[in-house]
């Protein structure tokens, strides 16, 4: 869930990139980091685990401004996939304002592109959202790995992974394809429930004239 600081009138915000191991979470985070100009970004904090890193850092976006006079900071996290880090995973999805899921092109990750998404599906339960609360959460599905010579075809990807129709996108992370328009529409997704700018309020209108008071009528002169 966004926290509202009014004080420092920042809106932040929580994305979540989720997907199975060794498909790109962490590729995607890493340039989009490289690609933040340095007075936008927060410090890339990387906690290693036995395979793969979880890695998080915060920025504040620069092409979509303020959000009602707030400023938005995005806090991005990915997160472990090993069966013995669900309880990581879950607390990491604690609070979550959007999710990105990468998954895996190449034909032997099938399986663990289907397992990864229920396995979300699974925590965001345990974390109290309602099926239409899923459905109403901003998500975006990345295809990534696309280079691969038998990449999976993305109809067959899209059926598996994408029933609902959600914004997806092809990408080669590791070249950096797909990632800043993965970000964006994610990004955009999340703030939009926050509702459009608040419109100016309208100038106070002019005092209306005073009446002007009617002339008496001369008075006839009288003859003495």
């Known amino acids: 869930m966004s926290l509202i600081n009014h004080r420092s009138r920042e809106i932040h915000v929580k994305i979540v990139y989720y997907g199975p191991g060794m498909g790109g979470k962490t590729t995607n985070v890493q340039k989009l980091h490289e690609r933040l100009p340095q007075d936008r970004r927060g410090r890339l904090v990387s ?31 990915t997160v472990p996939v090993q069966i013995y880090y669900r309880r990581s995973r879950r607390a990491v999805l604690q609070g979550v304002d959007g999710i990105v899921f990468v998954a895996d092109s190449q034909p032997q990750r099938e399986q663990d592109n289907a397992e990864s998404m229920g ?30 010579a038998d990449a999976m075809p993305i109809e067959r990807m899209r059926a598996q992974l994408n029933p609902d129709g ?39 209108a002019p005092p209306a004239p005073r009446p002007r008071s009617p002339k008496p009528p001369a008075l006839a002169p009288t003859r003495r």
Do not use: C, W
């Open 47 to 77: 906690i290693a685990t036995e395979q793969e890193r979880t890695l998080f850092f915060d920025f504040m976006p620069v092409a979509l401004g303020a959000v009602n006079g707030f400023t938005t900071r995005i806090h991005l996290y």
């Open 166 to 204: 959600l914004p997806e996108f092809e990408a080669v992370a590791k070249d950096g394809v797909g990632v800043p328009d993965t970000m964006r529409t994610i990004t955009k997704a999340v703030l939009a429930r926050f509702g459009p700018p608040a419109p100016a309020p309208p100038p106070p």
């Open 119 to 148: 396995d979300l599906l699974s925590l965001l339960g345990v974390l109290g959202f309602s099926a239409a609360q899923i459905a109403r959460l901003p998500r975006v599905i990345q295809y990534n790995k696309r280079d691969v």
